[in-house]
Each structure stands twice: as structure tokens, then as C-alpha cells.
């Protein structure tokens, strides 16, 4: 059974930052697709970064410049380093495959809450 547990969250100023990291199981990481999602309170989720098996990464444009997505394989551990942060980046971060997030399957996320 897949899991992925994401940690790394927690308060900061505008302008600080955080790395998220997300431990993966249960699937054979190196092959998959992995990517950052967020919510933030009265908004859907949304898809904030991705890196492909070939570490080609893909980013929202809100986050380009100031987000970078990185996995380590042998680890099975997803990253997200968030640096230059704003208000506007409060939100539960969930990582995720593609397949799973269209499934409806998540795990409990990484609250990030960024103060003005």
C-alpha cells in the first residue's frame, strides 16, 4: 500500500523559509512522477511543482524563482524548498503522485503558515 507522510512545515516571517520533505513507501519511487500540492484555507487544492522520473521539474508561476522541487531515490524522500515566502503561501502541502492525487488519495500534509 502506497503512503507518503509529509513533514517539515511550520511558522515563519514573510521572507523566510522552510524545506518540506515527503517519505515515500509502498511504491517504486525512482519510476514515479512526484509532486507538491497545497491548500490554502477556503481555496482547492491546487499543484505547486513536480519532477518526473528524468528530474525534469515543472513549477505554478506563483512559485517560480523562490520554490525548488528535489527527490532522492535511494531515500525514497521527496523535497520542496521554499524560499522568499509570502502570506500568500499559507497552506497545507501534500505531496502526491498525479495517479494518486486523481484518485482522491492523500496523506495528512504539512501545515505552512507564513506571517506578514
Known amino acids: 500500500q502506497v503512503r507518503v507522510v509529509e513533514s517539515g512545515g511550520g511558522l515563519v516571517q514573510t521572507g523566510g523559509s522552510l524545506r518540506l520533505s515527503c517519505a515515500a513507501s509502498g511504491m517504486i519511487f525512482r519510476f514515479n512522477t512526484m509532486g507538491w500540492y497545497r491548500q490554502a484555507p477556503g481555496k482547492q487544492r491546487e499543484l505547486v511543482a513536480t519532477?518526473?522520473?528524468?528530474?525534469?521539474?515543472n513549477y505554478t508561476d506563483s512559485v517560480k524563482g523562490r520554490f525548488t522541487i528535489a527527490r532522492d531515490n535511494v531515500k525514497s524522500t521527496l523535497y520542496l524548498q521554499m524560499n522568499s515566502l509570502k502570506p500568500e503561501d499559507t497552506a497545507v502541502y501534500y505531496c502526491?503522485?498525479?495517479?494518486?492525487?486523481?484518485?482522491?488519495?492523500w496523506g495528512q500534509g504539512t501545515q505552512v503558515t507564513v506571517s506578514s
Open positions: 502526491n503522485t498525479p495517479e494518486r492525487a486523481a484518485r482522491g488519495s
Open positions: 519532477i518526473t522520473s528524468a528530474r525534469t521539474t
